[in-house]
């Protein structure tokens, strides 16, 4: 199995939580708020896929331009194989639905006057189970 030497850069404005996806499909977070503008030198193999979210709302973010990042063999670069993390490009509603999930309650959704379409969009949240890794990584808070 080849190793990859990679060191991911946080490109936005928020904190975000670097997670490798398992054998079994399953998340497990690596670093915990990694800080705007900060770098996350890591050593992965290429067989591991790796995805990152915002650490307040576990909404995704890009990892090299796509929403899951797979390393490539090392081809004898002599430095960490640089990787981005950015905001993605949104539509209008999905900003709009992010922001109303931010600042109303789940349960009080249903209290909203607005179209069932997007009562339904609101209502969908998806529970993300992960796990933390034994070398897990966060920013101490002094």
Not at 32 to 56: M, Q
Not at 127 to 138: G, L
């Amino acid at each position: 199995v080849f190793t990859k030497l990679c060191c991911f850069l946080n490109r936005t404005n928020i904190f975000i939580d670097v997670v490798w996806v398992d054998y079994r499909g399953q998340f497990v977070r690596y670093y915990k708020k990694l800080p705007p503008g900060e770098r996350l030198p890591l050593n992965t193999f290429v067989t591991h896929p790796w995805i990152a979210w915002a650490s307040d709302t576990q909404n995704r973010i890009n990892v090299d331009k796509s929403y899951v990042f797979y390393p490539q063999p090392w081809q004898g670069e002599q430095r960490r194989t640089i990787i981005y993390l950015d905001l993605p490009l949104l539509s209008l509603l999905d900003i709009c639905i992010q922001k109303v999930r931010s600042l109303v309650k789940p349960e009080h959704i249903e209290e909203l006057e607005i179209p069932r379409e997007l009562f339904w969009k609101l209502k969908e949240r998806k529970e993300v189970r992960v796990e933390d890794s034994p070398h897990i990584t966060e920013l101490r808070q002094h």
